[in-house]
């Protein structure tokens, strides 16, 4: 399904780290201070207020390499709801690498059992704009983006509705995961973590969940996946995994 150049664009699974990861090799010094001073550098008013808007029309972005595969992962317990049961994640994830070394990771959830779509579809949607992406050269990162656009239509900005994907087309799920490969391919050129590119540190999160029916058996024993404790008169759920 790959050529041999994009079969080491992508390593072998974590699962097995053996090998160093081949990627860490063609990053250069500005990307190890990414990785290095991420955390213990408190971000600046200054940085904060520049943020996302200004680095996508200040940004020239130059793609190196940009490439696609399947992510296929069981899951430890099943999620069931309504329609279906789900016992594996049959996702895409999408690679970007600028000519500068640093590499962007992104993902596009598919969940075949809500919409039609199905892996496949996503794989070819996602090389496309993939290979559109090689073709372009000294372009700002809001062009980049825009250029992801006009390839997969849909929202204005499709990352910020990703966490709704129950009322997502494929080609939001697949733009969504293209852009943060390359968000996050930039964010680490210019040694800002996306937490703080995206507005900084805040100590609280909105977000969904789907509520998956359940049978009482698993909270009447002890479960490997969760760990209860008591504390302040309530019950707090701790994930261990």
Sequence with gaps: MFSTGSLSFFPKSPLKP???????KLQPSICNL??????D?????SATNAGFKNLMESFTVEVQKADNRPLNVPLIASFTIASSRLDKVENVVIGIELKNGCVGWGEAPILP??????????????????????TCSFMTLGSALGEIGDVLPGNQFASEGVICFITLFLQLKVRAGVEMALID???KSIGIPLWRLFGGASNTITTDITFQFLSLHPFLLPSPFFSFEEKNDKIWEKNLL
């Design 34 to 39: 990414y990785v290095k001073n991420s955390m």
């Design 18 to 24: 053996s090998k160093p990861h081949k990627l860490l």
């Design 185 to 187: 391919a930039v964010a």
């Design 41 to 45: 550098v408190p971000p600046t008013a």
């Design 113 to 134: 059992f809500v919409a039609a779509e199905d892996q496949p579809t996503a794989m070819a949607k996602a090389k496309e704009a993939c290979e559109m992406l090689m």
